[in-house]
């Protein structure tokens, strides 16, 4: 492993402890001394240290994972490594389910391929190096190979950092490692968002969508769902119902609750995955938002890696809103994993939100927060700010349905035990729809479970500082 590999993840890491952890965190960090050496140097250090070895590979398809108790929930590792050999090594907390081998002068190493885990899931190593993608050229989370053994609810770069902030601690204060964090960790946060994908509900695809699903169920024998006619005649009659119109009842609620959120506009190409609203009723979308609340570009279906098309379509949303856009999310989560990070910030996109999976909620680059991406050709970090999108609506009630707002519930529990944000997205056409009645009054229940935590939910550029 090189040099600026090494000096690229201790950067994210120390920006994660600084963002999500109180000052004395990072003075723990700086006064127990983390080393990043081979496995043979870590060996044979003799003095009380973090000595992390840096040389060896994890697979693509996470090893033997396993559970250990820390802070009062638990986390998950996984590619695990062998108990050094020799006298003076112990396992801690237990040789069961190991998280640091210490030496009797003081040096630890940890149990798990904690550097090459973490480097691998930030630079997206596992889809870089598969040639799976769906019909949208996609790497959707059924693809991963941490699907299966169902990890990819675990925010693996979080926990890390949570164990080593604690082992730190233990060291500076007896040469032991903690398994507590002794209140060093800030209140969660909860990075707030909106695709404004449809404006009006009488565009010609969502319509001919409604009309095919009058008669989808006599495919299966069924009877014509004829409610789907109500759905045509109400959206002909007022095509800004439930849809635009929702824009206000979003703002209502998060003035409400104190918190703030970032609103998406897609336009551009039209078309059956373009911008099906038109661009005309943008400004008067943009009038619902009050300063406070931020505004960004929902990148077209067809922008992806062509400036040309990418740049028309910022100038075009620019023209129209009149403000300064530097965030933004690709429509269909359209994401290459070679490339796109180092073209959105050749377009002048400071913070994207693209990094999620539309099949699955989940810690796409195993992370609960922000991050910049690794640029291997410079060697060092982007000048761009990737917030991994965590929970999409309709995803987190088609996987969970009823139970949605206790698995939320569970992650930001467990976030505020180790520390991070958690990035929520709210599409206005399902915010209050009766066509979507099971969407009724979700969003406003999971920000509820957000205040329970005292979770703070602000839009990315907020959690950034942009």
């Not at 990043?36 to 992390?52: D, G, H, M, Q, T």
């Not at 020799?86 to 550097?115: C, K, M």
């Not at 990819?152 to 950092?161: D, G, K, Q, R, Y």
Request: hydrophobic letters at 40%; charged letters at 20%.
């Amino acid at each position: 492993m090189v040099p600026a590999e090494v000096s690229y993840l201790w950067e994210q890491i120390l920006q994660h402890t600084m963002r999500f952890f109180k000052v004395d965190a990072l003075g723990v960090l700086s006064q127990a001394r983390v080393l990043f050496v081979s496995y043979k140097e870590a060996l044979n250090i003799r003095e009380p240290a973090v000595a992390i070895p840096v040389d060896i590979d994890s697979p693509l398809r996470p090893a033997d994972p396993y559970k250990a108790s820390f802070n009062g929930t638990e986390i998950t590792l996984w590619n695990p490594l062998p108990k050094p050999q020799g006298e003076g090594w112990s396992a801690f907390p237990d040789a069961i389910v190991p998280v640091w081998y210490r030496h009797q002068t003081g040096t630890l190493i940890p149990a798990w391929n904690i550097f090459s885990n973490l480097f691998n899931l930030l630079t997206l190593k596992e889809e870089r190096e598969s040639t799976l993608r769906d019909v949208h050229g996609r790497f959707v989370a059924g693809m991963s190979p941490r699907y299966a053994p169902g990890l990819l609810e675990v925010p693996a770069f979080n926990e890390a950092v949570a164990v080593l902030v604690a082992a730190c601690l233990g060291i500076c204060k007896d040469g032991y490692p903690r398994f507590t964090l002794n209140n060093l960790i800030k209140p969660p946060a909860v990075i707030l968002s909106h695709d404004n994908d449809i404006l009006r509900g009488n565009d010609f695809w969502t319509q001919s969508v409604r009309f095919l699903r009058i008669f989808q169920p006599l495919i299966r024998g069924r009877m014509p769902n004829i409610k789907n006619i109500w759905w045509i005649l109400r959206n002909t009659l007022h095509p800004k119902s439930f849809y635009l119109d929702n824009i206000a009842g979003i703002i209502d609620i998060e003035r409400m609750l104190g918190v703030n959120s970032l609103f998406y506009f897609l336009n551009g190409t039209g078309g059956r995955f373009g911008a099906r609203s038109g661009l005309e009723l943008i400004p008067a979308a943009r009038k619902h938002i009050p300063s406070g609340w931020d505004i960004g570009i929902h990148y077209n279906y067809d922008t992806l890696l062509d400036a040309e098309r990418f740049s028309a379509q910022l100038r075009q949303l620019k023209s129209v809103t009149g403000g300064q856009i530097i965030s933004g999310r690709a429509h269909y989560l359209r994401f290459d994993p070679e490339k796109s990070f180092s073209f959105l910030s050749s377009m002048g996109i400071c913070c994207d939100e693209t990094a999620g999976y539309s099949d699955c909620i989940g810690y796409r680059c195993g992370i609960a927060g922000p991050f910049q991406p690794y640029d291997p050709a410079a060697g060092k970090a982007l000048n761009l700010w990737e917030v991994p999108l965590v929970i999409m609506d309709g995803t987190l009630m088609n996987q969970y349905c009823t139970k949605a707002p206790q698995v939320f519930r569970d992650m930001m529990s467990h976030i505020s035990k180790v520390g991070g944000a958690i990035s929520l997205l709210c599409h206005p056409g399902l915010f209050f729809n009766p066509e979507f009645s099971e969407m009724r009054g979700v969003y406003r229940r999971l920000l509820g479970v957000a205040r329970d935590f005292n979770g703070h939910g602000m839009s990315a550029l907020s959690i950034i500082g942009l």
